[in-house]
Each structure stands twice: as C-alpha cells, then as structure tokens.
C-alpha cells in the first residue's frame, strides 16, 4: 500500500487521487461500485450529516452494529446499497447458516431474539396448521440446512421491527439506496464518507467519531486505504498447512446469484431458453482436483472427498436438493395457502467461479455478474427440461420461479450471495492453526477431534462455531471443507493495524482466506457487528480508540464486562 500523506485528501475507487480540500464541494471522479442500480446523476453539491457513529451497509454485521450502538445511546447513520437491510439472510436469500446447537447455545442474546421475531411473525401472521403453531422450534421450510428455514421477507420484516422504535426515535437513521462513493482522511484517521442515492443522485457527507465497513465487499477498505488482504494467503505468511504456496490475491471463492422456485405439478412455467445456455449447458468448471462432470447435472463434487455425489432431485416429493434448502413446507400451512413448496436455490450448480467483484474495473464486475444471472437461469431452465427424472423422463416443467419471493423483476435474488470480501490487514488474524481441529491436535497432542479446543483468546468478543467450508474458487480450487472446533472471535480481529477509527463487521476481519469459511456465517457475523456496536459506545463514553481497548487490561476487562451483560457469550461450555 502506498503511503498515505498527512493533508486532507479524498480518496475513491479510481485510482485513489486527491480531490478538493472542502468536504461540501462536490466530487468528481469514479462512479460507485455498484453491483446492482447502475448509474445515476450526481448533485451538484453534498450535504453533510453527523452522528456518533456511521455503519456503511446493512448487512447482517451492519444491522447489529447499528443495534448495539443505539442501545447504548449512541446517534447512528445506517447506509445500504439495496431496498432492504439483512444482507446474505434477505436481499441474498441464503437461509441461516448456524451451528447445529443454535437453539440453546452459540450465539447472542440479540441474535436469538432475532431468530424467535422470525418464528413470531409466522405466528401473527401466517394460517399456520395447529401442529405448526404449536411447535416451538418451528422450521417454516423445513430444509435440511438449517433449523430454521423461512422466506427472506419474513426475515427483513423481523429486522425492522427490531429497528422500528431507534429508527422513530431518530437514534439510527437509515439511508436506502445509498453506496459509499468517496472518503477524507486525515493521517491515520477517516474524517468523512461521502454516499450518494442511486434514486436521486443527491450525495450526503457524513461525519462520525467511528466508522463502521459492513459492506458485504470491504468497500470502505480501498476507500479510506486501509490496508487489506485478498484471496488466498503464502504459507510462508500464515503458517496454515492448507495454504497456498505462494500467494493468490484474485483466487476468492465463487459467489451465487441465488434465487426462489416452487413446484406446481401438471404445470408448464419453462422460461424462455436463457441467452447463454448453450455455453453453460456444456462447462466443465476448470477445477483442481476435477469437478465431477458437466456443471449443469445432478452430480457435483462432494465438499468433504471431492468424489460424485448426487443428493438426489424431486420436487413432486420434495427431496433430495430441493429440500436442501426448502422454505416453505405447504403441509405447516393451511391447505390453499400455498401452491406448492418453495425452495431457494443456492447449490453447488449455480456457484460462479470465473471471475470475481473484488477490485476489479466496474465493467469487469458487472460481466461476471450478468453471467452468474446467467448460470442460475441456465441451471433452472436444465431442470426445467433436461433434468433426469425417477420415471424415466426428463424435464420437471412444473418449477416456477417465483420472482415475488425475492422482490425483484428477474426473479433473482437484489445482491450475490458474496462469501469472501476484502480483508483488513489487523492486529491479530486468525488462522487454521488457531481454529482448525487437525492443526489444534497437532499443536496441542490431543488425539482425539471432539476434545481438542480452539485457541483461547484473551480479547475474545463473541464465539462461534462452523467447519472450514470454502466453495470452489476462481483460482481453480474445488471444494475445501475441513474439521473445526467451536471459536472465539478476538478483538485484534476486529482492528485494522494503522487506521484508528475504522472498524470491520462483516466478511471484512482479520482472517485468512481460510479461516474466513468459517467466520463468514449469519450467526457470527451478527456477533461481529453487535461487539463491533458496543465497541464503539464503550470508546465514545470514555473517549478513548478501539486500539487502547485492546492495549489495557483493565479498559478490556470492563469492555469485556459490558459485552457479557448485553448477552453476549465470550467463550463456549465446557461441556461443548
């Protein structure tokens, strides 16, 4: 990274060049870095708005930044780049990824309490069965990959209500429609984020104590210069035993364009046969170790042994993948509610591995994400007329896509499912020798997986708890997928080595590619954002940086004290 002068410079995605030293003078320059609203107008001059604390984006990570900081009383700029807050839980329709002992253990009280509004919703709102409605831990779809399988509105609706009375009581202001385009910073402190509205093109100046980069791509990063990591990391850099060689800064995992189908038996809802079909209906993914066939088929590479596997597909009967991660299960419901059952589609076919978003010219993103559109539809419009079937034919016409679930007009979903972002260069990251089950029993002599512990960190914030799950990547890799045990999330994770008042809360911490397969789900992310929002109301009561925190024993103690009342677990049972 290039060294950063100490004069008030604005920086932007192209190129990084200094502008005007006013911050209210208007901003020529790159256009945002928008996956999705294409270009808008820009005003002629911004307007500024301060607060004590600004978020940019409403990820999963945004929204409990955004939370946490409220409740403490602190005054809060929200900013999103689509029409609804949530992230990988709404506008990527990707149901929760969690651990399996979500229900009891292993995650916040605020992000439980998120999980029970979802089911209450169903329950106010929803002709639930009477089975249904009495079952406590009820599983809307009733998919196999998560306990709590529900549609993204149902998700967002929760998300709201919890931000309703901050939202009315002017603690958080929420900006929709807005994408971060600039940012002054002075020495080794960000002192404003210029965003603009991709409905009018008015641009706002914000100003905050603390900024927060709950981007889903680590936009705020290149942005402010913060020093980041991409891609896969030189073994000889984190000592991982899986990683790479030499480093691959443009190897990410794939990212999905996910989207909603149902099943309407003697049906005909075959699309029209998408632009790129023939292209996509002969790809064989280029992968290391190979990609078990044709990408578009039932057989795919099985994330643990890389042999074959098909899981199976019938929608008539509602097995196999179209169960995987089914969100409405029509039986739960009063009969009439629903026409068929309802399944998103974020499998292993549809997973886009040639190209990136990450630092790349905006043309260059906006080809990878047409085509991703592309490989979804493709892949619907294969089972819709080639797709094996158990009676011997081929072809389930009856698969509708259902563009109402996901809120938008091509039926899918308002952002790529993204799970590798830009990574902050931090004070302390987290590698596969501090959380990964072979490299732990390696390290400490315990034999056996389901003793050994994840390293013990003194400045832990928050846990979680998933194996090391990456999906095939555009360097080539296939499926990693390997053992670890129940985490800590350390404060050093969360502090960029030289920018003082910039902190991550999404995929953006100090990870390695590696590690981040098991930090980027929904639960820890949440975790994040919500000691990255206390974080910033315990600086703001004592007037002290995120750094000296971490620096004083006593001042980490008290922080860690806080986090603990406001529900917030810093280490796993023992039994676990």
Same mark, same amino acid.
């Given at each position: 990274m290039?060294?950063?002068p100490?004069?008030r410079?604005?920086l932007?995605?192209?190129?990084?060049a200094?502008? *005007?030293?006013l911050?209210?003078r208007?901003l020529?320059g790159?256009e945002p870095?928008?996956l999705y609203g294409?270009?808008?107008?820009?005003?002629? #001059?911004a307007?500024?708005?301060a607060?004590?604390?600004v978020v940019?984006?409403g990820?999963l990570?945004?929204?409990?930044a955004?939370l946490?900081?409220?409740?403490?009383?602190l005054?809060v700029?929200?900013?999103?780049?689509?029409d609804w807050?949530?992230?990988?839980?709404?506008?990527?329709? =990707?149901p929760p990824?969690?651990? /399996?002992?979500?229900?009891t253990?292993g995650?916040t009280?605020?992000?439980?309490?998120l999980r029970?509004?979802?089911?209450? /919703?169903?329950a106010r709102?929803?002709?639930?069965?009477?089975?249904?409605?009495?079952?406590?831990l009820l599983n809307p779809g009733?998919?196999s990959?998560s306990?709590?399988?529900?549609?993204?509105?149902?998700?967002l609706a929760?998300?709201?209500e919890?931000?309703?009375?901050?939202?009315a $009581?002017?603690?958080i202001?929420?900006?929709?429609?807005? %994408?971060p385009?600039?940012a002054a910073v002075?020495? &080794?402190?960000?002192?404003? %984020?210029r =965003?603009r509205s991709?409905e009018?093109g008015?641009?706002l100046?914000?100003r905050?104590?603390?900024f927060? @980069?709950?981007t889903?791509?680590g936009?705020?990063?290149?942005?402010?210069?913060t020093e980041?990591?991409?891609g896969?990391?030189a073994?000889r850099?984190?000592g991982?035993?899986?990683?790479k060689?030499? #480093?691959?800064p443009r190897?990410?995992?794939?990212?999905t364009?996910?989207?909603a189908m149902?099943y309407?038996?003697?049906e &005909?809802h075959?699309?029209?046969?998408?632009r790129?079909?023939a292209?996509?209906?002969?790809?064989?993914?280029?992968?290391t170790?190979?990609?078990?066939?044709?990408?578009?088929?039932?057989f795919?590479s099985?994330?643990?042994?890389?042999?074959?596997?098909?899981?199976?597909? @019938?929608?008539?009967?509602?097995t $196999?993948?179209?169960k995987y991660r089914?969100?409405? &299960?029509?039986?739960?419901?009063?009969?009439g509610t /629903?026409a068929?059952d309802?399944t998103? =589609?974020n499998?292993?076919q549809?997973d !886009?591995?040639?190209g990136?978003?990450?630092d790349v010219?905006?043309?260059e993103?906006?080809r990878?994400?047409d085509?991703?559109k592309?490989?979804?539809l493709?892949?619907l419009?294969w089972?819709?007329?080639?797709?094996?079937?158990?009676?011997?034919g081929?072809?389930?016409?009856?698969?509708?896509l259902?563009?109402?679930i996901v809120g938008?007009?091509d039926?899918?979903?308002?952002y790529? !499912?993204i799970r590798?972002?830009?990574r902050?260069r931090?004070?302390?990251t987290?590698?596969e020798l501090? *959380?990964?089950t072979?490299?732990?029993m390696n390290?400490t002599?315990v034999k056996s #997986?389901?003793e050994?512990t994840?390293?013990?960190f003194? &400045?832990? %914030?928050?846990i979680?708890?998933?194996n090391?799950?990456?999906?095939?990547?555009?360097?080539g890799?296939?499926?990693?997928?390997?053992?670890?045990r129940?985490?800590?999330?350390?404060l050093?994770a969360?502090l960029?080595?030289?920018i003082?008042?910039?902190?991550?809360a999404?995929k953006?911490i100090?990870?390695?590619?590696?590690t981040?397969?098991?930090?980027?789900?929904?639960?820890?992310?949440?975790?994040?954002?919500?000691s990255v929002?206390?974080?910033a109301a315990?600086?703001?009561?004592?007037?002290r940086s995120p750094?000296?925190?971490r620096?004083?024993?006593n001042?980490l103690?008290d922080?860690?004290?806080?986090?603990t009342a406001?529900?917030?677990p810093l280490?796993?049972?023992?039994k676990?």
């Open positions: 290039p060294s950063v100490t004069r410079r604005f932007r995605t192209a190129g990084l200094a502008a *005007v030293p911050l209210t208007s020529p790159a870095p928008l294409g270009r808008v107008t820009r005003s002629p #001059a307007k500024e708005l607060a004590d604390l940019i984006g990820s990570g945004g929204c409990a955004a946490a900081a409220a409740r403490r009383g005054r700029v929200l900013t999103e780049e689509t807050i949530g992230g990988q839980l709404t506008s990527q329709a =990707v990824d969690e651990n /399996y002992l979500v229900e253990t995650a009280k605020s992000y439980q309490a029970q509004r979802i089911r209450d /919703y169903y709102n929803f002709p639930l069965t009477d089975a249904a409605r009495a079952n406590k009733n998919g990959v306990k709590l399988c529900h549609e993204p509105r149902v998700a929760a998300l709201n919890m931000l309703a009375p901050w939202i $009581g002017r603690r202001e929420l900006l929709l429609r807005h %994408v385009v600039a002075q020495g &080794d402190r960000v002192e404003a %984020v =965003v991709l009018s008015h641009e100046v914000l905050a104590p603390l927060v @980069d709950a889903e791509l936009d705020l990063l290149p942005l402010t210069q980041y990591v991409t896969a990391e073994q850099d984190t991982e035993p899986r990683a060689p030499e #480093a691959q190897n990410h995992q794939s990212f364009c996910c989207f149902d309407l038996e003697g &005909d075959t699309l029209a046969k998408p790129d079909y292209f996509w209906r002969e790809h064989v993914p280029p992968l170790p190979p990609w078990s066939g044709k990408l578009l088929s039932l795919y099985q994330p643990r042994t890389l042999k074959p596997f098909n899981m199976g597909f @019938d929608p008539s009967k509602g $196999g993948l179209f089914r969100i409405v &299960d029509r039986t739960q419901f009063a009969p /629903y068929g309802v998103l =589609v499998w292993p549809n !886009y591995m040639l990136n978003l990450v010219s905006p043309e993103a906006a990878h994400l085509a991703a592309q490989l979804s493709s892949w419009y089972l819709q007329t080639e797709c094996p079937r158990p009676d011997g081929t072809g389930w016409k009856g698969l509708r259902r563009p109402d938008t007009e039926g899918l979903a308002k790529p !499912y590798e972002s830009r902050i931090a004070e302390f987290v590698t501090h *959380v990964g072979e490299a732990r390290a002599g #997986a389901t050994v994840a390293e013990d003194k &400045d832990s %914030v928050g979680g708890y998933y090391i799950d990456l999906h095939p990547s555009s360097g890799d296939n499926y990693i997928d390997f053992g670890a129940p985490f800590q999330i350390p050093g969360l960029p080595r030289r003082e008042n910039l902190l991550p999404c953006n100090g990870t390695t590619h590696l981040n397969g098991c930090y980027r789900l929904h639960p820890v992310e949440w975790n994040i954002g919500e929002g206390e974080l315990f600086c703001a009561a004592g007037k750094r000296a925190v620096g004083n024993a001042l103690a922080f860690q004290r806080q986090l406001a529900g917030i280490g796993w049972p023992k676990v």
